[in-house]
């Protein structure tokens, strides 16, 4: 009969606190969401849909959310590109500057977000570019692509330089070698790189703030000018919205690793299999 540890129990009970404190402000969201007034109030009064359906009848929130996906697409592609190449390009390898090179990567993620903003208005306005989604795509990737070199990084930790090595040595290309050594080792880092860098850009407020424009709002930017000027539960819609995606972004990456636990196990079996 197995006995739960007293250290583990008293871990769990400490746990509890600090788990309800982080989960309950944001599922407070939802019932909000779903409150029958015209008003963000809680308790909520009764439960409609009707704020939820104002939401997506209003153009102003629903390009809104559009421009938010636009630009968190344009992060998650430009991020997982630069940061899978820089985690592939600097392991196994020692030279020097290392340091300052992986500094210089990492660096978007320790300079305050408002100091990058300033320098991308300047930079994108002198280029004239400035009021599209283009621009505060590009100056969110530049903020995700640090999570996706570490997360790329983590899934590098346990790859054999030799096998790289040996696999050129065979004649393999560099696209064969990527596909068929590097890519099924990263897999997991890409895609938790690539949820990560979602959730920074579809979350990023003060650069789009910066770089927003009336065709170019995207969604935490509305939220915000609302919260000043127009309290309505269609602000609580949005941050319901933004709780599901994340939720749902966080359910698919436990199933992605539960079916690779799933089949590194089976593996051994299927390889001892009779013919």
Not at 26 to 49: C, H, K, Q
Request: net charge positive.
């Amino acid at each position: 009969m197995q006995t739960t540890n007293p250290r583990q129990r008293l871990l769990t009970l400490l746990s509890l606190p600090v788990f309800l404190f982080l989960v309950v402000p944001t599922a407070i969201v939802v019932p909000v969401a779903l409150n029958d007034s015209r008003y963000i109030t809680f308790p909520p009064e009764g439960i409609s849909f009707a704020a939820v359906a104002g939401f997506f009848a209003d153009k102003a929130w629903t390009s809104a959310l559009t421009a938010s996906l636009q630009s968190a697409a344009i992060a998650v592609v430009i991020g997982v590109i630069l940061g899978a190449t820089a985690a592939i390009g600097l392991h196994g390898r020692k030279f020097p500057g290392q340091q300052a090179v992986v500094g210089l990567i990492l660096a978007p993620m320790i300079v305050p977000t408002v100091v990058l903003a300033l320098a991308f208005y300047q930079f994108f306005i002198s280029l004239g570019v400035l009021g599209s989604i283009l621009p505060i795509g590009l100056a969110h990737a530049v903020i995700a692509t640090p999570y996706v070199y570490l997360t790329t990084r983590a899934s590098l930790a346990g790859l054999n330089p030799a096998l790289v090595n040996s696999a050129q040595s065979l004649g393999a290309g560099w696209l064969s070698v990527f596909r068929h050594v590097y890519l099924p080792v990263i897999l997991p880092g890409l895609v938790s790189g690539a949820l990560f860098a979602f959730s920074v850009s579809i979350d990023e407020t003060v650069m789009s703030l910066f770089m927003q424009s009336p065709s170019a709002t995207t969604l935490p930017v509305k939220m915000f000018t609302d919260i000043q000027f127009n309290l309505t539960p269609k602000i609580a819609v949005s941050s319901a919205l933004l709780v599901t995606v994340a939720t749902l972004g966080l359910l698919f990456q436990v199933m992605f690793v539960l079916k690779r636990r799933s089949t590194a196990r089976m593996l051994p079996l299927a390889v001892s299999a009779p013919n």
